[in-house]
């Protein structure tokens, strides 16, 4: 059907029927389990969903093989079929799956048992989303998990300055920081986990240092050994923590 003259071409019917059986295959058999779910079931439904529809993606590709070439379609079978996923699933449900995987990374943050493993299947979920050069699916769940981490140690930062010392105050934060690389270094991208240090440095330290300083001085603590803690937490970095999942870097 593909190797006719010009005028008998069935290159791109055939493309518009593998599109159809694609979107047919999300419509009847992976929608219908995501509705009513939330949270982490949300969540673990969609990773098993996506995991089957590549599978099944793949194999009817190699049906359609011939037409998977560069003079004879503009874009891959495999980005057609990502593309279809991301329209009509993706997209769809993008607001509960963000706010799903938000709510496991504070949970985490909190020393409740969490499935990272899940994390990091979302990560690369929304990664995968990416087609091409467009990556705003996992560039808005940055955008989400950044502003999140500032609310949530603004506020932490509000009630330590209520309750520590200048001295246990950094202790804390000190302490926080290296539990925060270490955790989402396993679930985040390099690049994400980097950013987000950036704001926990800003809003446990950037943002008190003036209300630090009086407490120290109101406090009479010592100076020197004060100073030192702050040199210590100033000069963390990435290298204090674990590097990020090879596969998320």
């Given at each position: 059907m593909c190797i006719q003259h010009q005028s008998c071409d069935q290159s791109l019917h055939l493309s518009q029927r593998f599109t159809r059986a694609l979107e047919e295959s999300i419509s009847s058999r992976v929608l219908p389990p995501l509705q009513g779910k939330n949270g982490a079931s949300l969540l673990k439904e969609l990773t098993s969903m996506w995991a089957n529809y590549k599978s099944m993606a793949k194999c009817l590709g190699g049906f359609f093989?011939?037409?998977d070439r560069p003079y004879r379609t503009a874009?891959?079978?495999c980005d057609v079929s990502f593309r279809c996923f991301r329209d009509l699933v993706c997209n769809t449900h993008?607001?509960?799956?963000?706010?799903?995987?938000?709510?496991?990374?504070?949970?985490d943050r909190t020393e409740n048992p969490t499935d990272r493993s899940l994390l990091k299947c979302i990560s690369t979920f929304f990664i995968e989303m990416g087609i091409g050069k467009d990556t705003y699916c996992y560039d808005d769940y940055e955008r989400a998990i950044l502003a999140d981490t500032?609310?949530?140690?603004s506020r932490l930062?509000?009630?330590?300055?209520?309750l520590y010392s200048c001295v246990d105050y950094i202790k804390?934060?000190?302490w926080c920081l290296k539990k925060e690389i270490q955790r989402v270094s396993e679930y985040l991208k390099q690049s994400t986990v980097e950013k987000l240090?950036?704001?926990?440095?800003?809003?446990?330290m950037g943002q008190t240092a003036s209300k630090l300083i009086e407490k120290q001085k109101a406090e009479n603590q010592d100076l020197p050994a004060y100073q030192e803690l702050l040199s210590r937490y100033s000069s963390m970095s990435l290298v204090d923590g674990t590097s990020a999942s090879p596969m998320l870097q």
């Open positions: 093989l011939y037409i874009t891959s079978l993008y607001p509960k799956l963000q706010d799903a995987a938000i709510a496991l990374i504070n949970q500032s609310s949530y140690y930062a509000s009630e330590w300055l209520a804390e934060a000190e240090m950036q704001v926990l440095q800003w809003q446990l």
